[in-house]
């Protein structure tokens, strides 16, 4: 098992910036990726970024691409999100993922996803 807790979600208005982070516990070695997600009303969850724990490639969803930087402290079991140049197209609620196999949960970057956070809320006001 692993648990997720998110934090650093809130209002900002469009150009801002965020940094989101999600502190990881439990079996954390069995994780093979950390990603970031999101869903806004009336929409299905995405995936936003992703990251491996072992060799620290990423990827990104196309519309957060030069936007949106994830990156994984392994010392500290926490992954971030770094939110720049943010529109009101990025207001949604956003949660952390820690994928520990290849199949069995919510595919996004070649991983599965399986583990989730309680989500941090991020508004972007115009």
């Known amino acids: 098992q692993v648990q997720l807790v998110e934090s650093g979600g809130g209002s900002v208005q469009v150009g801002g910036s965020l940094r989101l982070s999600c502190t990881a516990s439990?079996?954390?070695?069995?994780?093979?990726?950390m990603g970031w997600f999101r869903q806004a009303p009336g929409k299905e969850r995405e995936g936003v970024a992703a990251?491996?724990?072992?060799?620290?490639?990423?990827d990104y969803a196309d519309s957060v691409k030069g936007r949106f930087t994830i990156s994984l402290d392994r010392t500290k079991n926490t992954v971030y999100l770094q939110m720049n140049s943010l529109s009101p197209e990025d207001t949604a609620m956003y949660y952390c993922a820690a994928a520990t196999g290849s199949s069995g949960g919510t595919r996004f970057a070649g991983c599965a996803f399986s583990y989730w956070g309680q989500g941090t809320q991020v508004t972007i006001s115009s």
């Open positions: 990251v491996g724990t072992s060799f620290g490639g990423t």
């Open positions: 439990g079996d954390t070695l069995k994780r093979n990726c």
